[in-house]
């Protein structure tokens, strides 16, 4: 089972925009994203995203590079600071997760070390990282950030 974390692309500040849509930026580094993904075959039998504006909107901009319909859905449980233990339960082949920091943080060091509050992996804006499992064990098999493409 893979399982793809993406931290949602860069997205303006809340004085700016309260609504937090991604910045020009944001949206070209989800786009990259998109394509590396699509370049390497990763096709997610859905994506999962906060319903948080800037969450939503890098799922999308993933999304919309593929032919075949991803399903985007809304998953409560994902908020920056929810507990992950609910969504690490869930886990489901192929996924793609759109989140937030410290969230994902949280979601990754559980899922390879047991312990949530690790902090082992640095996720930048618009990165993805794709875990592996194999039997009960994690491994990260990769981590990119837009910065790279």
């Known amino acids: 089972m893979r399982v793809f974390l993406v931290q949602h692309a860069e997205a303006n500040s809340d004085e700016i925009d309260p609504g937090r849509h991604l910045t020009e930026k944001g949206i070209e580094d989800a786009k990259k994203l998109a394509g590396f993904l699509k370049s390497f075959k990763i096709l997610p039998s859905a ?6 504006t800037r969450s939503e909107e890098t799922a999308q901009l993933i999304a919309s590079v593929y032919p075949e319909k991803v399903d985007l859905i809304e998953k409560r449980g994902m908020a920056p600071n929810d507990h992950p233990k609910s969504i690490s339960e869930h886990l489901e082949h192929e996924l ?3 989140g937030h920091l410290p969230f994902l943080s949280k979601l990754a060091s559980g899922l390879l070390t ?7 992996l640095s996720f930048q804006h618009g990165c993805c990282v794709a875990l592996g499992k194999e039997g009960r064990h994690w491994s990260v098999l990769w981590m990119v950030d837009p910065g790279f493409l």
């Open 114 to 120: 047991g312990h949530e509050k690790a902090n082992i």
């Open 96 to 98: 793609l997760i759109v």
């Open 47 to 52: 994506i999962w995203h906060s319903g948080k």
